[in-house]
């Protein structure tokens, strides 16, 4: 059908020529009352806004059909309603997940998060735990509780509702939870502080609630919380933060643990290397009214621990365990672990058949003194410097402890800013130290400047970290332990938390300015006597100071069978002016390496 123009159609509009018209969007069709030019209906475009108006003028019967189908009614009403929908689920989602780390439902946010370990899963007994023998012992009353538990209520007897243990990191306090729970056969809850703190206040005390009433249901069980000090920390009586969501969780934490008892078989485990944190509540009798210290292992419990993570690596036929355990006083089980992977990984890159000694040692050094830094190479000059320096701890050392062995001497670049660094360790734990054991140490830190200022005559550098461990030893002598007739046996300082390196001073409106003042005097004159000592026995033996520095500017690096040819020189040679005595170890771990 062809289309007639507007201005026609409106033409036979006028002249009544019009019988009916249909409107689709911007057409007009329609039936004229007679035929014109042959034609009974017609078609035409552009309709005007106001052509409705023409129409009623006229007496026109009109209609109106749209164009639109359904694809095109749901792009334009239903798309966007969709899209609308879809944005706010994707942004509840992502909120979900943040909140719950780890996704689920809005329903499940309030939900305890605690992995549940049935009785194959747990897979871990005390077979698997070493060094920590009295530790285990203290725990295995609770295995025969889980086991015995209709005996025990036939006696009327009760067991502790929590257990803490206490102990540095890496010394096995999950582990220890996780083989109670394989040695009891019971299902084993495991959670940490952190889980429960949320930033909604609510949500972490009702994912306690629901971790006790999952508890209930599968008693007897073991509830275990590590890091308890994320969520039980001690509140404050400030205002600004009485109601907040840590305690409000800790606060129902209390209340679970007084309202269920443990005649059930639920027995709550927690850890933590924090106990100086939580919360008075939570330690009261009735709660965790027993604490289990989980200590760094000893000599026979680092060798059993090595035994336990060298079962799935191939060892030389000469490596001791016992030997290894002797040069790593200190390590807790995780840094076992990691010594033994180390170890591993060097032997990979040796390409070498077995883990022998020298893996374990070249280990060693990597985690506790650095990288070597091949590319950092030092001018002769400053070998020279680093030499004596080293030499000078090294004699000393020797002279004043023969019973620590001297292991090895580097001048080798390690690490961050290290120019070289000796190895000395124990043969044995110590934990109790003298005043002389105390002096004896200062001596071996401060010898390195003695013996640069007794050869080059001038101040370095290079003693900065030894000072800094020197004036610690006097400090503490000075300001804990008593050891100065000025000051008489008097602590002016907190002791330290035995699982931080943190300690406190007492408060300075507490200490005079005169006794502020002694204490400064006692630790200068401290630390200075014990530089003397080191400077007068390294003069009296310049000779040997002499050749086991040239010694070590030579090769670099000098074992411990290399070091002995040139230290036993010593032996006849001490100086009466300076005693030997015995250099014990406080924390092993402080002073393996002196730099």
């Not at 439902?105 to 747990?122: C, L, N, Q, R």
């Not at 022998?356 to 830094?373: P, Y």
């Not at 002279?399 to 043969?427: E, V």
């Not at 390294?538 to 040239?550: E, G, S, T």
């Amino acid at each position: 059908m062809d289309r007639m123009p507007y201005s026609e159609f409106k033409y036979h509009l006028e002249k009544g020529d019009v019988k009916s018209v249909t409107i689709r969007g911007e057409t007009a069709s329609g039936e004229f009352k007679n035929p014109v030019d042959g034609k009974t209906i017609f078609q035409t475009t552009v309709v005007p806004p106001d052509l409705s108006n023409e129409l009623d003028k006229y007496d026109i019967v009109y209609a109106s059909e749209g164009q639109s189908t359904f694809l095109g009614n749901f792009v334009l009403f239903f798309l966007p309603t969709l899209l609308f929908i879809g944005f706010w689920y994707f942004i509840l989602r992502r909120g979900l997940k943040g909140m719950n780390a780890g996704g689920g439902s809005f329903m499940s946010i309030g939900k305890s998060k605690a992995k549940i370990y049935v009785e194959k899963d747990t897979k871990t007994t005390f077979k698997d735990v070493a060094g920590a023998d009295e530790a285990l012992e203290e725990l295995r009353e609770i295995i025969d509780f889980l086991k015995n538990t209709d005996q025990v209520k036939s006696l009327g007897g009760k067991m502790p509702k929590g257990i803490l243990l206490v102990g540095s990191p890496g010394t096995g306090k999950t582990l220890i939870a996780k083989a109670i729970a394989g040695e009891a056969n019971v299902p084993f809850f495991s959670t940490s502080g952190a889980e429960f703190v949320e930033m909604f206040v609510g949500v972490g005390a009702a994912r306690v609630r629901d971790l006790f009433e999952q508890a209930k249901k599968t008693a007897p069980c073991i509830i275990f919380i590590d890091e308890l000090d994320a969520m039980g920390k001690t509140r404050h009586s400030n205002i600004m933060s009485g109601n907040d969501e840590k305690e409000q969780t800790l606060n129902q934490l209390l209340v679970e643990m007084d309202g269920f008892d443990t005649q059930g078989g639920i027995i709550i485990l927690a850890a933590t290397n924090r106990p100086e944190m939580i919360d008075p509540a939570l330690l009261r009798a009735g709660r965790f009214d027993r604490q289990v210290v989980v200590d760094k292992p000893d000599r026979k419990g680092r060798t059993d621990i090595l035994r336990i993570h060298t079962k799935k690596v191939k060892l030389g036929p000469n490596v001791e365990l016992d030997s290894i355990a002797a040069i790593t006083p200190g390590f807790t089980g995780a840094d076992l672990a990691n010594l033994v992977n180390e170890a591993a990984i060097i032997a990979m890159r040796d390409k070498a058949d077995a883990i022998v000694l020298d893996h374990f040692t070249r280990a060693m050094e990597r985690i506790v003194a650095g990288i070597e830094k091949k590319s950092k190479v030092l001018s002769p000059k400053e070998k020279e410097i680093v030499s004596y320096h080293e030499m000078g701890h090294a004699l000393v050392g020797y002279a004043l402890n023969k019973d620590d062995k001297i292991h090895k001497i580097s001048i080798i670049p390690h690490g961050i800013g290290s120019m070289g660094y000796t190895i000395q360790h124990p043969t044995e734990d110590r934990y109790i130290l003298t005043k002389e054991d105390l002096e004896n140490k200062m001596s071996v830190f401060m010898a390195g400047r003695a013996s640069e200022m007794l050869v080059f005559g001038h101040l370095s550098t290079g003693a900065s970290d030894d000072l800094v461990k020197a004036t610690s030893i006097a400090r503490e002598m000075v300001m804990r332990f008593g050891m100065t007739s000025e000051l008489g046996y008097v602590a002016y300082e907190e002791p330290s938390s035995p699982f931080l390196n943190t300690k406190e001073s007492l408060s300075s409106a507490v200490l005079s300015d005169e006794t502020i003042n002694e204490i400064d005097v006692n630790v200068k004159r401290i630390v200075m006597n014990a530089y003397e000592r080191a400077y007068e026995f390294l003069d009296n033996h310049r000779p040997i100071l002499n050749l086991a520095a040239k010694t070590l500017m030579e090769k670099e690096t000098l074992s411990e069978d290399e070091l002995h040819k040139v230290l036993k020189l010593l032996d006849e040679k001490v100086s009466d002016s300076l005693p030997v005595t015995y250099q014990g170890k406080q924390d092993p771990a402080d002073e393996s390496f002196i730099h």
